[in-house]
């Protein structure tokens, strides 16, 4: 009997189907933000610098540098996540020889990415780009005083929704089109009601074009603070709540923009009783909004057991939201979206399941060496290192990264330079 046939009979026992489970879990389509792969640069401004107070911190090699780079390397990562998923990009990775601002696109700029999106068996998921951008210095954008800025910015946001129905159409999968603004103040401001008021007004105008809703879903997406918008966001929860129930758009939580305590899992219920989808941004908050590669924390399973025990995944629309750049970003992105379980919490320390290497396992990050070369940061603390002393023996099947992220050289796998071409 192998291994997976012993547990298979063990949930049975607890009733629990894992043909099935599997069967469930092979339709989820979780949506990889792109934007891991290059620490949110873009492609239409290569020499503008993050903005709007959020932060790829990091300097490890190997960050893709065109739309080419950036596609091999997602695909060397969905080699090696199983299941079939989404690619989230980003207005600014246009794929376009035209120099065009951002009030200028057009679907026909990112053809490549459904092209190829269509060859690999793809969806696609879409967000305006309110940030590093000359039009957003102020640190207001949908919600600014200066009637040129925010006109600039509602253009391309119309336009971003007609890009995310063309991927909806082109694909034959709902596009989900994210709007997050970076707006906000630094210190306490004397009027809290007039951005608001304003960033409704451009929501109104944004959202005034009926487009198709079995091609494109909008989202909105609010924050509690970023950096230099630590007294006061525009688009707090309660502004884009409010803003949802009202005019049938969807709510993004995401899982770092709420205080340290807060957790988003303790809202899905509530806030699908009043609105039919919402969009997850699974990221993984350390102190503040610090957008750490995603692991198998108490807060990501208390956020499955919410949508899988309320029966809720069909109106779920599960994206990451993440750009560590002191890691191998193709690591990155298999971490993230397979989500080992890194941290001893209480629920993801259990003993070693014995399977050594398994895909998943904790253990399958220690290899060839179990004990060898492991540093203090979360990724790289293995609690189940030695309790399975074969692991180093059966890693040896994995090649350098060229077969595996997981094992390589004694060399934990995110601390390898992948250069480009690989695979
Ligand atoms: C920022 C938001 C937003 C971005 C991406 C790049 O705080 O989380 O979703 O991370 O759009
Ligand atoms: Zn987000």
């Known amino acids: 009997m192998t291994r997976y046939e012993e547990a298979r009979e063990r949930y049975a026992v607890l009733g629990s189907n894992t043909e099935q489970a599997m069967e469930e879990l092979a339709k989820i389509r979780i949506s990889v933000n792109c934007w ?5 640069k873009g492609f239409l401004f290569r020499d503008r610098d993050l903005s709007g107070g959020i932060q790829a911190t990091g300097n490890y090699p190997g960050a893709a540098r065109t739309p080419q780079e950036l596609r091999q390397d997602m695909e060397k990562a969905f080699s090696l996540i199983p299941g079939k998923h989404k690619v989230n990009l980003h207005s600014t990775y246009a794929d376009t020889d035209e120099k065009i601002d951002l009030d200028a696109i057009e679907p026909r700029h990112y053809e490549s990415w459904v092209q190829w999106a269509k060859e690999q068996d793809l969806g696609l ?3 305006p780009t309110c940030f590093s951008h000359e039009k957003a210095e102020s640190g207001y954008t949908l919600s600014s005083a200066d009637e040129s800025i925010r006109s600039f910015w ?3 946001c119309r336009r971003s929704r007609r890009v995310g129905e063309y991927f909806g159409k082109e694909l034959g999968q709902k596009c989900v089109t994210n709007i997050w603004v970076p707006d906000g103040s630094k210190d306490v401001p004397v009027d809290r009601y007039s951005p608001r008021l304003r960033l409704k007004q451009s ?5 005034a074009e009926r487009l198709d809703p079995a091609a494109n879903l909008d989202a909105v997406e609010s924050k509690v603070f970023g950096i230099g918008s630590e007294s006061y966001v525009v688009g707090s929860h309660e502004f884009y709540m409010g803003y949802a129930m009202k005019n049938g758009v ?22 699908l009783l009043f609105s039919n989808e919402m969009l997850l941004h699974v990221s993984r908050p350390v102190r503040w909004d610090s957008d750490h590669v995603v692991i198998l924390d108490d807060e990501l399973q208390e956020i ?3 949508v899988v ?7 779920i629309h599960i994206g990451l939201d993440f750009f560590d750049a002191s890691i191998n970003r193709v690591a990155a992105w298999v971490i993230g979206t397979i989500t080992p379980p890194a941290l001893p919490t209480s629920r993801s320390l259990r003993p070693c399941p014995g399977r050594p290497c398994g895909r998943n396992s904790a253990a399958a990050r220690t290899c060839p060496a179990a004990s060898a070369g492991w540093t203090k940061s979360a990724l790289t603390r293995n609690p189940f290192s030695k309790a399975a002393p074969d692991h180093g023996k059966e890693g040896k099947r994995y090649e350098p990264y060229s077969g595996s992220a997981f094992c390589a050289r004694n060399v934990p796998y995110y601390r390898q330079h992948v250069p480009h071409g690989l695979g």
């Not at 969807?250 to 806030?271: M, Q």
């Not at 025990?309 to 109106?315: D, I, Q, S, T, V």
């Open 36 to 40: 891991q792969g290059d620490d949110v």
């Open 125 to 127: 998921d879409f967000n």
């Open 154 to 156: 509602v253009e391309h």
């Open 203 to 207: 929501l109104d105008e944004i959202f």
């Open 250 to 271: 969807a709510v993004c939580l995401d899982a770092g923009h709420f205080h340290p305590t807060e957790v988003i899992s303790n809202k899905i219920s509530s806030l």
């Open 304 to 306: 499955a057991f919410e």
């Open 309 to 315: 025990r309320n029966g809720l995944l069909p109106r």
